[in-house]
């Protein structure tokens, strides 16, 4: 039986419907603070070979709620996705997110030392790295975070490597770059009341034809001006997390690995591809550039092939396309 935290929100869900397709069973546990009833009342109605054996609606910020989960459960191994993730959010109100990222995950490794769990995948960041000083970058980067987001999830992997040297709980921490796409039969997707990944906002700027397309800054030492970001679609990530699984379950040590496709797009690219692939013109606006957005952000991925024998296969067509159906499936008609 495996936990997955964080499974009524964008990937967590996706990895829970992989558990689920693969027959293995499951138990969620999330506080719905940024995740949806809607995808967890899904994920439990579909007809697969594993089963959403328990639905725990809990807060990792509360140790007897966590707990709990491990007292009436043999968990295997824990899936870790809970989380605040909104970067801008984060440097606002610091304390928010050292007390739910932080203590909230410090509670859930306290309590899988108490119940013997002894393996943790957790979601990691490229923004433990910071602003880049070379490209692609590698896992020996070195990591200085520029807002409160990213020193919470590198606290967390200071963290683990404690819990790991010191109580054998052993994690493979994954450093996602930029996720996109959703299940291809739109079980799942990104759902993000607050919005501000890129893909969704130019995909809602279709959507809505009241909304323009906010690029901010055009003036980055990039060919056509715009960032450039490594996004990787989220079968591949998902699949990465089923191999860092196995890796663990073979008696791999604790690790870390950037998730990645060593390639980058700008901005404008991606706005190209989505006006291709939708047939439809997209209005935007060129805005100011944001504090603390480096030029180019691409990651190498040559450690996780080796090690986890992982590769990247979907293409970023393919990811934009299943995003699109994802929007269109949920804003017209809800899940
Ligand atoms: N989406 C990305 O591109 C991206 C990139 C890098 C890292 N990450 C990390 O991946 C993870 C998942 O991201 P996402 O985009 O799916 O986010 P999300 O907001 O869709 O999902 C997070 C889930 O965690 C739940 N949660 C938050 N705090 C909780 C708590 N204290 N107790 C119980 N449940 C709690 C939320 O209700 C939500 O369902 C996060 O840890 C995030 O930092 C995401």
């Avoid at 056509?224 to 791999?252: E, P, S």
């Avoid at 901005?267 to 291709?276: M, S, W």
Wanted: aromatic letters at 10%.
């Amino acid at each position: 039986m495996f936990l997955v935290t964080g499974a009524a929100g964008y990937i967590g869900s996706n990895l829970a419907l992989k558990l689920l397709e693969s027959g293995e069973d499951i138990v969620i546990f999330d506080n719905l603070s940024t995740g949806h009833q809607k995808i967890v009342d899904k994920l439990k109605t579909l007809n697969l070979k594993g089963k959403v054996v328990d639905f725990i609606k809990g807060d990792l910020r509360n140790l007897n709620d966590i707990e709990a989960v491990f007292s009436k459960y043999k968990i295997e191994a824990v899936f870790h996705f809970a989380a605040f993730s909104i970067v801008s959010e984060s440097a606002k109100n610091p304390h928010k997110y050292w007390e739910n990222n932080f203590t909230g995950t410090k509670n859930l490794l306290d309590a899988m030392k108490k119940f013997g769990t002894d393996k943790i995948i957790f979601s990691s960041t490229a923004a433990t790295y910071g602003e880049p000083l070379y490209t692609p970058i590698d896992e020996q980067h070195p990591q200085k975070p520029i807002n409160s987001y990213g020193n919470t999830k590198l606290a967390l992997e200071f963290l683990m490597d404690d819990y790991s040297k010191a109580y054998n709980i052993k994690s493979v921490r994954l450093r996602y770059f930029n996720v996109i796409g959703a299940d291809k039969f739109q079980r799942t997707g990104e759902w993000h009341d607050i919005e501000t990944h890129l893909v969704p906002n130019i995909l809602k700027s279709i959507n809505d034809k009241n909304k323009v397309f906010e690029i901010y800054g055009n003036t980055y030492n990039t060919k056509d001006g715009t960032c450039v970001r490594d996004y990787i679609v989220i079968d591949d990530l998902i699949n990465a997390h089923i191999k860092a699984l196995k890796y663990l379950q073979n008696g791999g040590k604790t690790d870390y690995f950037n998730l990645g496709t060593k390639e980058g797009n700008t901005v404008l690219e991606i706005l190209k591809t989505a006006e291709n692939i939708t047939g439809q013109k997209i209005n935007y606006t060129i805005k100011e550039k944001r504090e603390g957005d480096p030029a180019i952000l691409i990651a190498d991925n040559k450690k996780a092939k080796e090690i986890l024998n992982w590769q990247p296969e979907k293409t970023l067509e393919e990811g934009i396309l299943t995003a699109y159906k994802w929007e269109i499936a949920n804003f017209k008609k809800g899940l």
